[in-house]
């Protein structure tokens, strides 16, 4: 592994150290390094850290096949008809702009 590789990763920890120590942040919007690594010890160590993965693993599988089970059947409508593909292509769209 490249030495500049850790650079990144470094600074920002430098970086969030700095702003902990000189209070440049409220602490409880950013606690100190220290005290994140010991929760993070504390989490993983107890094991609350595998429930919680788990159920946030459980809550983004959910909501993903949630959202292919309704995006799919609406989108094989959407090629299937053309009057279907005219009335949904406004929702359909991201830009947003008129044409």
Do not use: Q
């Not at 690594?37 to 159920?55: K, Y």
């Not at 609406?74 to 279907?84: D, N």
């Amino acid at each position: 592994m490249k030495k500049t590789a850790l650079c990144g990763p470094a600074a920002l920890l430098a970086l969030w150290f700095a702003c902990t120590h000189f209070h440049l942040a409220n602490a409880l919007l950013l606690p100190t390094p220290a005290a994140a690594f010991r929760r993070l010890w504390e989490l993983v160590s107890t094991g609350e850290l595998n429930v919680d993965a788990r159920a946030t693993a459980f809550r983004w599988t959910a909501g993903y096949l949630l959202g292919c089970a309704a995006g799919i059947p609406v989108g094989m409508l959407m090629g299937a008809s053309r009057a279907i593909y005219a009335g949904l292509e406004l929702w359909s769209t991201s830009s947003g702009r008129c044409r």
